[in-house]
């Protein structure tokens, strides 16, 4: 079985101490392959020498999180843009709109958004989308972007089943994560009815550990959990998520 973890923050001080224990643990699960989305410049070189360590497992996207998005998002934003010129990545994420934590810079994340989106497309890039307590704000960008070169993934998708067909029609896959195996998870009661041929796997560790580990560290290794959780609701075979999913994946991110 090979599962693609699609969203992992590996690099960040979660797992300062373990971290090569963590990836082994993840590929003797099963898990061979990660994506790794940015958060700020802070992060840059941590990403890159992680990659350099691993460079047959390990993919890295480029971007600025919403949540990171204050003052400095100009500075911020040039960074984006010169390392999307100066290094290869495969997506420009993760980027969107938060408004959960600080409607302060609600704007100036709106902006960041559209201008990633932006540079994603003209790169032919796809985007892997944070949004958060944002969908109205979220589809509103998107929608200024639709056509054949939007392309990506509405990362660690928690909305209804009617936000769920309007990303699908947007071009984005759902990336499904430890939330569907929680009790108040909701997307578990609709997910089924979304075809699998439309969703990618993903952790998001170190946050939102799925159950039996919900409230503690994530890690990739618990991937397994998640893609079994999927079966269930699809009524599959752990084997065909796998597989799916997989396929799903490349689609997004080609070749790997």
């Known amino acids: 079985m090979h599962l693609i973890d699609t969203h992992t923050h590996l690099y960040v001080e979660a797992f300062d ?7 082994a643990r993840a590929m003797a699960s099963g898990v061979d392959r990660f994506f790794l989305p940015a958060i700020d410049q802070t992060y840059t070189q941590r990403m890159l020498a992680l ?13 600025l999180h919403p949540t990171h998005v204050n ?14 010129d100066a290094h290869s990545f495969v997506a420009v994420g993760e980027i969107g709109i938060d408004l959960y934590w600080d409607k302060t810079h609600a704007q100036a994340q709106q902006k960041a958004f ?9 790169r032919g890039l796809p985007i892997v989308i944070h949004c958060r307590e944002a969908f109205d704000e979220v589809f509103e960008v998107l929608e200024g972007h639709r056509g054949d070169d939007l392309k990506g993934i509405f990362h660690c998708f928690t909305g209804t089943l009617s936000h769920a067909h309007r990303a699908i029609d947007l071009n984005l896959f759902l990336g499904i994560g430890g939330v569907v195996t929680f009790k108040n998870g909701k997307i578990d009661q609709f997910l089924a009815e979304i075809p699998l041929t ?35 609701l699809y009524g599959r075979s752990l084997a065909e998520v796998a597989e799916q999913t997989t396929a799903n994946a490349r689609k997004v991110f080609g070749d790997f």
Do not use: C, F
């Not at 990659?51 to 971007?63: A, C, E, N, S, V």
């Open 114 to 122: 559209d201008q990633q989106i932006y540079w994603a497309k003209e």
């Open 71 to 84: 003052e400095n998002v100009e500075e911020e934003l040039a960074h984006v843009a010169q390392m999307l």
């Open 51 to 63: 990659q350099r360590k691993y460079p047959d497992r390990i993919d890295l996207m480029m971007g």
């Open 198 to 232: 439309n969703i990618v796997l993903e952790t998001d560790a170190p946050y939102l550990a799925p159950v039996p580990y919900r409230g503690k560290r994530n890690e990739s290794a618990y991937l397994p959990l998640i893609a079994e959780k999927v079966a269930h």
């Open 17 to 23: 101490d373990d971290q090569d224990e963590a990836i």
